[in-house]
């Protein structure tokens, strides 16, 4: 395990994420104090750190440190900061953004390299996220099926209806002119991460309608096995916010799910996603 002398990692499962302790990340950090926090963030795939205090302008430069900021294609960012996405579900609101298991716009040429989400106002209970790794997905698929799904393309369309559904209360106060249905993407089912080398697996029920070269319905089987064999929950781990807690996730090997379970109450997360690269 990687040592570190500036923070203080404590790892929230055995499968994935980490609690990082001992930073205050909306001051000017050390060369040290990044790379440490890269290199949790590269051993864990998902990173907390909480107790902080940021405003939109100190949450992009913390972000910057470890990718170029990207625009979120269907609902406006904050006017004087418009990479920040407002994640918000109000008190009438029965639907949350994004509530099902996915990788983050898997549907883009080029998807994120992560998302970092900052919380700011909570329900007093709920709202949790779970998040899966899908390394670990990949690494527990028999010999044959992965050797079925190596080199397999998976479609991955932005207008499948449960996904829709799920941006609908955004769209209704803070719509871009982008079509819901306009984006379509051709990924490797087995994606190898750029910087770990590792293979995981990259399908997600919320974006990938089918492989290449197969019909929906041919692919539907083998899909719904994969669905649901990744995001078993000897691979996941569950994060309980609080306010001032952010928290960042690699988008190339995990998905995540943010549980709908506080209605009657508000939540309200800043977003910031980072350019990622063309998987392979």
């Known amino acids: 395990m990687p040592q570190y002398k500036h923070i203080i990692v404590k790892p929230i499962a055995g499968a994935i994420g980490a609690d990082i302790e001992n930073v205050d ?26 107790g902080q205090k940021l405003q939109p302008k100190s949450q992009l430069a913390f972000a910057k440190h470890f990718g170029t900021p990207m ?10 900061y418009p990479e920040i996405t407002p994640v918000i579900k109000e008190k009438e609101h029965k639907i949350n953004f994004g509530g099902l298991w996915h990788s983050d716009t898997a549907y883009e040429q080029t998807p ?5 989400l900052y ?4 329900p007093p209970y709920g709202g949790d996220t779970e998040f899966s790794n899908m390394y670990l997905a990949y690494e527990t698929l028999s010999n044959g099926m992965r050797a079925l799904l190596e080199n397999l393309i998976a479609v991955n369309i932005s207008g499948k209806g449960r996904v829709q559904n799920t941006r609908a209360p955004m769209r209704g106060t803070a719509a871009t002119s982008a079509r819901e249905d306009s984006f379509i993407a051709e990924h490797p089912v087995i994606r190898t991460h750029p ?10 029920l919320a974006h990938t309608s089918h492989f ?25 781990c569950r994060v309980k916010w609080e306010v001032g807690t952010l928290t960042f996730w690699d988008n190339r090997c995990t998905q ?10 508000r939540r309200e997360m800043h977003r910031v996603t980072l350019e990622g690269d063309k998987p392979v």
């Open 195 to 204: 910087e770990t080398g590792r293979k995981s697996l990259y399908v997600n």
């Open 112 to 116: 994120p390299l992560g998302t970092m």
């Open 25 to 50: 990340i909306s001051k000017p950090l050390s060369d040290d104090e990044l790379s440490e926090i890269r290199t949790a963030f590269l051993a864990h795939l998902v990173i907390c750190i909480r």
């Open 256 to 265: 995540h799910n943010p549980l709908n379970d506080y209605h009657g109450f």
């Open 119 to 122: 919380a700011r106002e909570l």
């Open 71 to 80: 625009i979120y294609p269907f609902v406006k960012g904050l006017h004087e």
């Open 212 to 236: 290449k070269g197969m019909t929906v319905e041919e692919s539907a089987p083998i899909l719904d096995y994969l669905f649901e064999h990744q995001v078993k929950p000897e691979f996941t």
